[in-house]
């Protein structure tokens, strides 16, 4: 059973940036496809970026290009998203998950929140 847990979140002033991390147990990351999501209250959870297995595609959402880099070391069971430029409207819980299945991803961690003050 895998377990993903982030970390990183907290509170940060518009403009400022804060990278979350992804940590996996239970199985190793580089087979598979993860990405980034988000929720912020009263919304859907949206998807915000995505990474290929071994790093060499990566793809986002239109409202963070240019501004994230999701990133992993598949040496370190890690996944990384570097937010830069931080916006109030970023504010979120913010999940990592990963495609164990290879439809579609699957699993889920617990989320970490992300605050954005104006």
């Known amino acids: 059973q895998v377990q993903l847990v982030e970390s990183g979140g907290g509170l940060v002033q518009a403009g400022g940036s804060l990278r979350l991390s992804c940590t996996a147990s239970?199985?190793?990351?580089?087979?598979?496809?993860m990405g980034w999501f988000r929720q912020a209250p009263g919304k859907e959870r949206e998807f915000v970026a995505g990474i290929s297995w071994n790093g060499g595609t990566t793809y986002y959402s239109d409202s963070v290009k240019g501004r994230f880099t999701i990133s992993r070391d598949n040496a370190k069971n890690t996944m990384y998203l570097q937010m830069n430029s931080l916006k109030p409207e970023d504010a979120a819980v913010y999940y990592c998950?990963?495609?164990?299945?290879?439809?579609?991803?699957?699993?889920w961690g617990q989320g970490t929140q992300v605050t954005v003050s104006s």
């Open positions: 239970g199985r190793t990351l580089s087979d598979y496809a």
């Open positions: 998950a990963i495609d164990l299945g290879g439809t579609g991803y699957d699993f």
